[in-house]
């Protein structure tokens, strides 16, 4: 996985909004919760279907939940004026005087450099130095059972080949020891993993893992440390060549083409305008050093590359002298230093490594700022709409960590929120649609800052930069207001503070703030640290007010002339232009082949496609470690939940989640019932939520409002939900009709205990007065919204596709790709019409939305309070819970509303016959300027009415992380390929990701069923592989879970009514998987009902598939 310009930003990001799909896949059938398999090429495993999300997420626009130290808290979403009790119940947690046991064990190999307490985590800190290969290792011990490993190397490129990218890919395809083609997919097939990946940097590289079981947890250490030490791909130029680049031919008279994972990969991301304009602002700030050339591999350059070069690569910087080695966990410290002196014996020093990887800092050495243009690939009907954006090289010397924190608080203050001055400026000023760029990034050696607008008329370029450089000049004359500063403080404190990661391993969290400073020969415990710097940059504030912010914009952007402005503009042709220049490159090089080179070729690509197609011998798969089905734990996870209906005769339903320890910490959510809504009002709840908290409410404005949710909670949203549910006297566990479900909106917050009333406050005032006659600042979420789904279309096209399918055959699929899908982008465009041209009629729309939800006589029979807490939250916080709800709106005695488990939705007579005229079974194809292919087709696999067994898990996965994986990436070329069932509909998908095949991925998909028919047969003499397929399927059920996210997934089991039974039924019945059920499976494959394709692709692409017999309904996207 390559991380770009602004990816640290983008995966922490990505962490939030994963966690919702991670938990409501593993533990609910709900919407979006499926039983699924994601075999995606970047070497990952996160839950479910989740995992490819992170295959290309940019925006900022998500909060990062994750935060490890004041390095990893750049987009951080939460605030607190009562930090200490928050440090104080973590602390309590902790057995000390086990942990401290962990300092300084000792072990002959090793000397130790320095030891460390790291409070601020609850972390105590190792720091050693391998006697005989020079490897530094951090050693951490916390009470936390998921346990984390990582090996990091400084990795820099000196061109855009992509080799430190194609090594990352290639290293993990056998070794030494683990003689399989590709250990990395039987890992991510049969283990326990919560974390399983690697992923390249600008200048380095790291392989992570983690796990919650110690016995997988060394299998997984075992396996990667060998991997990066002593990979197969060095000696071995097919690897170079699969996950790199090769030509390839099958016959003579046909014309040569590029073909590798990496190359396809690279390809994918060169065609997203986004991605584009990120490579290009990070090379015009860094014209001398390693961050002037592309890590991830231009597709022009990867072909440049050879095996000679790329094996050098590895012999120079994957010397144990240039790693950094990270342990965090509750394991033995000793066994630790086992397990790697076993792989670091084999090294002696190299004084050479160090050095010869040092970065270079670029000096700050433009006399006047650049200014840039560069085309970017539109499609025929996209508006002629141009990118800008200004970048700063913010530092060209070491920041101290004060400089580091107040940098951070800077950048929230400039652009953390929709209300920040330059974001809330830039977004009002009607220059262009929505913001690009991201802000600070201080990830690598030197921190850059990026702003500026997408969708800017080519007559208004030059203002967007007269209007950044005016604000900036803005703020160094009047500075920050004292709220601003409190809210943005309150905000990154109180997210370092709860040091929430969800299901995100917190040791990877640990891991990625030490390395910021660890991977520059810096300390690696400092870079966690924030209490020092925090309390004086707190001192500097109540001495000066504003000075130190204003200062510092002053000395980093304002006058600061090494920046540039990037101007992209559209081109119609580019796309035709590079394709063409590819095929001219090619038909040279064949032009100047001999016959004998050309048959070589030939050659080389059927012994290619042999390997790859081969399967491992027995004696190479029985060198993966491997866990025994007694390893597993057999019973569900529960977590506790207490009912409440009516509670004190206020007609509203409490659910309480008692957890051991929540850190002082409420988290509530508050759901209220939408079903009254009409149907043609579906699509803007998400413009509604939005508005809750972007418009202001009552007597407060959007920056006032805002600055109130972070002063005093830690984060507040708003959003929809749309949940399936089981049907009173129905068959649980069997496939529903999709005409029984429940919608709700939902308000989500937290806050310390005694910040609840605040919380309370909030929830009701966003509820009763948002402001919703904002014609300006609606006009302006549309914009915002329709340049996002364009980008998602464009570069996420596997989600695209997959809601496209599952609209075809279920409401509730019907309903969520209406509001978040492709038809979301129509529905967009046209409230954004309504908004500009009849404001008062979508005015009155929305009026009638919030009065609908609060009518008097029912709101209160649809509200659930849900609090997740411990016995001291939840004694504090009663008061407020017992006054906030006899203050919500409705009567108390409310009427009833439906019994939505028992009587069909109301909005399903319509929604069917939306879909009979909207949603016919057929094959649609999407263009979009793109040089790969989004390729989707599913179906019905079980009826309404059938049951749906937990084996179905089992196999699902099997098939994505096996066939999938062989024949879409590794045969194919795709960066991604997977396969999803979701058993509460009964539909199948698969889908593929950056594929450079279109019809051939389609035919991959039509032979599966054969496949898993043979795999079946194989089994019933293989039980290894059987018990390997049900391990992995139970990982994807039991990841590690935070206080908010185990609340919640048991509310939405409650909300669902999903009984435990079920729960148990169901694990029993995928730990007791047989080959016959992978035989029943494949045999509803084979005869999948009403099949239907969506893909995501070029023109050109789809006049290729025309031709090899695949057509499809083409519609132009952009």
């Known amino acids: 996985m390559h991380f770009h310009r602004l990816a640290k930003m983008a995966f922490l990001a990505l962490t939030a909004t994963r966690v919702a799909t991670a938990f409501s896949a593993a533990t609910l059938r709900s919407v979006g919760a499926s039983s699924s398999s994601a075999a995606s090429s970047s070497r990952r495993s996160l839950t ?51 942990l401290e046991k962990s300092l300084g064990v000792s072990h002959p190999a090793f000397d130790i450099i320095s030891t460390d307490i790291v409070t601020e985590f609850g972390a105590y800190c190792t720091l050693y130095r391998h006697k005989q290969s020079g490897a530094e290792l951090l050693s951490v011990s916390t009470d936390d059972d998921n346990k984390c490993f990582g090996i990091t190397f400084r990795t820099p490129p000196t061109d855009s080949t992509g080799v430190p990218h194609i090594l990352e890919h290639s290293v993990l395809c056998g070794s030494r020891k683990y003689k399989t083609k590709d250990p990395f997919v039987q890992l991510l097939q049969g283990s326990l993993q919560t974390f399983l990946n690697a992923f390249t940097y600008p200048d380095r590289t790291c392989y992570v893992v983690a796990s919650q079981n110690t016995k997988d947890f060394y299998n997984l250490i075992n396996v990667y440390a060998d991997a990066v030490y002593h990979p197969r791909a060095t000696s071995d130029p097919m690897v170079h060549a699969q996950e790199g680049w090769h030509l390839e031919l099958e016959k003579i008279e046909e014309p040569l083409t590029y073909k590798g994972v990496v190359y396809n990969e690279m390809k994918g991301v060169y065609s997203s305008p986004d991605s584009l304009l990120q490579r290009d602002a990070q090379q015009s700030i860094f014209p001398d050093n390693t961050y002037g050339v592309d890590s991830g591999g231009s597709p022009v350059e990867i072909p440049n590359l050879s095996f000679e070069q790329f094996a050098e690569f590895h012999q120079k910087f994957y010397h144990p002298g240039n790693s950094r080695i990270f342990f965090a966990g509750d394991d033995d410290v000793a066994n630790r230093l086992e397990i790697m002196d076993e792989y670091l014996k084999d090294f002696g020093p190299s004084p050479e490594s160090k050095p010869a990887s040092t970065i270079q800092w670029q000096k700050k050495t433009f006399d006047a700022p650049k200014k840039i243009r560069n085309p970017y690939p539109a499609g025929n009907d996209q508006p002629e709409t141009h990118m800008i954006m200004m970048n700063w090289l913010v530092n060209d010397r070491p920041l101290t960590p004060v400089e580091e924190i107040t940098v951070t608080i800077l950048d929230h203050l400039l652009m953390g929120t929709s209300s920040s001055i330059l974001y809330k400026t830039l977004m009002e000023s009607g220059l262009g649609e929505s913001i690009t760029g991201g802000g600070l990034m201080s990830e690598l050696m030197q921190g850059t800052f990026s702003a500026g607008l997408k969708g800017v008329k080519p007559e208004d370029a030059d203002k967007v930069e007269e209007l950044i450089m005016s604000t900036l000049q803005k703020v160094v004359e009047e500075g920050f207001t004292e709220d601003a500063i409190a809210a943005s403080m309150n905000t990154i404190e109180f997210d370092m503070r709860e040091f929430n990661t969800g299901s995100f391993p917190k040791g990877l969290s640990l891991m990625l703030g030490s390395m910021r400073e660890w991977i520059y020969d810096r300390s690696p415990t400092d870079a966690l640290r924030f209490e020092e710097p925090l309390a004086e940059l707190k001192k500097s504030i109540s001495e000066s007010g504003s000075k130190v912010f204003q200062d510092m914009v002053k000395e980093f952007l304002l006058e600061n002339t090494h920046r540039s402005t990037l101007e992209m503009f559209p081109s119609k042709t580019l796309e035709e232009e590079q394709l063409q220049e590819e095929k001219d490159r090619l038909a040279k090089i064949k032009e100047s082949m001999s016959e004998e080179e050309l048959q070589k070729i030939i050659d080389t690509t059927t012994e290619l496609k042999k390997l790859q197609a081969a399967e491992d011998a027995p004696e190479a798969r029985a060198t993966i470690p491997s866990l025994e089905l007694s390893d597993l734990k057999r019973e569900v996870t529960e977590y506790p939940i207490a009912v409440s209906e009516n509670e004190a005769d206020t007609g509203v339903t409490v659910v309480r989640h008692e957890l051991g320890s929540t850190s002082g910490i409420a988290y509530a959510n508050l759901a209220v019932d939408v079903s009254g809504v009409a149907t043609e009002d579906i699509p803007l709840l998400p413009l509604f939520t939005r508005m809750m908290l972007e418009t202001g409410a009552g007597e407060y404005d959007s920056v006032a409002l805002s600055r109130r949710i972070g002063t005093h909670t830690g984060g507040v949203s708003a959003s929809a939900l749309i949940a399936g549910v089981e049907v009173e006297g129905g068959t649980e566990g069997a496939v529903t009709s999709g005409e029984h479900f429940v919608t709700k909106l939902l308000i989500t917050g937290k806050a310390t205990s005694d910040k609840t009333d605040e919380l309370f406050s909030i929830f009701d005032l966003i509820l009763r007065d948002a402001n919703l006659d904002a014609k300006s600042k609606i006009i302006e979420i549309l914009k915002q919204a329709k340049s996002q789904k364009e980008s998602t279309v464009q570069g996420s096209g596997h989600a695209t596709s997959n809601a496209r399918i599952r609209s075809r055959y279920n409401v509730v699929g019907y309903i969520n790709e209406k509001m978040t899908g492709l038809s979301s982008l129509d529905v967009v465009k046209d409230l954004l019409d309504q908004a500009e041209n009849d404001f008062p009629t979508l005015l009155a729309r929305l009026e009638n939305i919030r009065n609908t939800i609060l009518e008097k ?240 692709s070029s023109k050109a692409a789809f006049e290729d598939a025309a031709k090899a017999g695949k057509e499809f309904t083409l519609k132009n996207v952009m």
């Not at 200490?84 to 000390?96: C, D, G, H, K, Y």
């Not at 849900?866 to 409310?894: C, M, R």
């Open 48 to 98: 479910n279907a989740a995992a490819v999300a992170f295959l290309d997420n940019r925006n900022r626009g998500a909060s990062a939940s994750t935060t490890a130290g004041r390095f990893l808290s750049q987009s951080a979403a939460a605030a607190s004026t009562c930090t200490s009790s928050i440090t104080a119940l973590r602390q309590s947690t902790v057995v000390e005087s086990e």
């Open 857 to 1096: 006589s029912t709101c209160r029979d649809g509200m659930i309070l849900d609090l997740t807490g411990d016995a001291a939250v939840f004694e504090k916080i009663q008061p407020s819970v017992e006054n906030f709800l006899s203050k919500l709106p409705g009567d108390t005695n409310a009427e009833k509303l439906q019994d939505f488990y028992s009587e069909p939705h109301p909005w399903v007579k319509e929604i069917k016959e939306e879909m009979a005229a909207n949603a016919p079974i057929a094959d649609e194809g999407f263009i979009v300027p793109t040089q790969v292919s989004y390729v989707g087709k599913g179906g019905r696999l079980y009826d309404v009415d059938e049951s749906v067994s937990g084996s179905t898990a089992v196999v699902s996965r099997f098939l994505g992380t096996g066939y999938m994986w062989d024949n879409i990436r590794v045969i194919g070329g795709a960066y991604g390929g997977f396969c999803q069932f979701n058993p509460r509909d009964g539909v199948f998908s698969f889908l593929s990701y950056r594929d450079p095949n279109l019809a051939g991925s389609i035919d991959v998909y039509d032979g599966a069923a054969d496949a898993l028919l043979a795999s079946a047969a194989d089994m019933e003499n293989d039980p290894d592989a059987l018990t390997t397929a049900i391990i992995g399927a139970i990982a994807d059920m039991d990841g590690a879970l935070s206080p908010d996210q185990k609340g919640s997934a048991q509310f939405k089991r409650w909300l669902t009514r999903e009984s435990p039974e079920q729960r148990q039924k169901y694990r029993d019945e995928v730990l007791n998987t047989t080959p016959a059920d992978f035989k029943a499976f494949a045999e509803r494959l084979k005869a999948l009902k009403d099949p239907s394709s969506a893909v995501v």
